[in-house]
């Protein structure tokens, strides 16, 4: 099988983030691995110095810092039992294992180690929504988007993981440093980061190397890591179409459960940014509002009629307004929560009857590694 050809295929609704170009500066040490402080992640060379340095102090910063404000909901969405960041750093490592850059050549580290492999659950997929009518009109799905797309990381063994279930053969992954890789479960984690992870986010400084940007580059490997899990139907937790009237309508930037990689990254910035005790207030801020942006893709109803109006079955729909009104210590003005909450006047029980309501999704990873 043509294994370099189906890639693009597998991983379109795991291609999580995307920005605005960067520059980049730093060496490549090709064909070299170094692992982080603890040596459970390994960051191969194909990523720049400067970005491999930063990569290994954000885990340094993570194994050791104890958050003082906890996180209830963090804690049972990671089951663990206190927000702490060496317990939070190994719920990570059990699912990210090697980090590469985003100039690897994919095809060409990829080996058929095993045909006819025994799956788990075969011949079950999670089902890709397609873009559709309802969802806004038919050309806007096919011409292309406008901004350019820049990768900040992709959960590569996942979608590899698929590529192989679809296929009925177990593949393997040569690492940079030789060491080859049986793609044998979702949780191999293979992380694949681009320049996009490497943008500054700091509203005061440049400084990529600052806490807020730092605490920014964590909270994606969050979400990316969570691709790391579930099984069947659940399997990679993949992202669903943003509806139409939805800020990222036509992206697949959006989860239709409440357990998925956006509830676990928007989740962790919402800690961090509680716990940034050396943040300034527009620091902080900004953080708060990338939790808001993660937690407005938790598509938290589906609206039953898809003729209903789009804007308004988008607000209903997205998680944005339940979490801004549960959340009063934001102190987000009553404008814009009537803004964010443009449907307020239906009540909870009006929505039930429409809509059908996202589910905790089975998170447990097929296979091992
Ligand atoms: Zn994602």
């Known amino acids: 099988m043509n294994v370099k050809l189906l ?3 597998a991983v379109t609704s795991l291609l999580c983030f995307a920005h605005a170009p960067a520059f980049a500066f730093g060496a490549k040490t090709a064909g070299v691995v170094v692992s982080d402080d603890s040596g459970r992640f390994k960051i191969a060379g194909n990523i720049l110095s400067t970005q491999q340095q930063f990569l290994q102090q954000d885990l340094r910063f993570l194994q050791t810092k104890k958050f003082s404000n906890p996180d209830s909901d963090l804690n049972s969405l990671m089951h663990i039992s206190s927000t702490n ?5 190994s719920w990570l490592a059990d699912r990210v294992q090697i980090i590469v850059g985003e100039n690897l050549d994919v095809g ?3 080996s058929v180690v095993q045909e006819g492999y025994g799956f788990e659950n075969p011949g079950v997929f999670p089902t890709q929504e397609q873009p559709s009518a309802a969802n806004g009109s ?3 799905w096919l011409l292309p988007k406008k901004d350019s797309v820049v990768m900040v990381m992709q959960n590569l063994g996942a979608a590899l993981y698929m590529l192989g279930k679809e296929h009925n053969a177990l593949l393997g992954f040569k690492v940079p440093n030789g060491d080859l890789v049986a793609i044998s479960s979702p949780r191999t984690g293979i992380i694949q980061v681009g320049e996009g992870l ?5 509203p005061d400084s440049k400084n990529l190397d600052s806490m807020s940007n730092r605490l920014f580059r964590l909270a994606t490997f969050f979400h990316e890591a969570h691709h790391s899990d579930g099984n069947g ?6 992202h669903a179409l943003c509806p139409a009237g939805h800020l990222y309508a036509g992206y697949y930037a959006c989860d239709r459960n409440l357990n998925g990689p956006y509830t676990i990254g928007a989740t962790v910035m919402r800690m961090f940014a509680s716990n940034c005790s050396e943040c300034s207030v527009k620091q902080i801020e900004e953080l708060q509002l990338d939790s808001l942006d993660s937690f407005s893709r938790i598509i938290v109803q589906t609206m039953n009629d898809p003729t209903m109006d789009a804007e308004e079955s988008a607000q209903m729909e997205s998680g944005e307004c339940q979490y801004v009104l549960a959340h009063p210590e934001l102190k987000i003005s009553a404008q814009s929560v009537a803004k964010i909450c443009m449907s307020q006047d239906i009540n909870a029980e009006q929505i039930a009857k429409i809509s059908t309501s996202s589910t ?10």
């Open 233 to 238: 139907q659940s399997l990679s937790f993949e």
């Open 198 to 202: 490497f943008q500054n986010h700091d």
């Open 138 to 140: 038919i050309l806007d």
């Open 85 to 89: 960041g060496d317990l939070m750093e």
């Open 108 to 110: 060409k580290s990829l």
């Open 7 to 9: 890639i693009l295929s």
């Open 360 to 369: 905790i999704w089975d998170e447990q990873p097929e296979g091992s590694r």
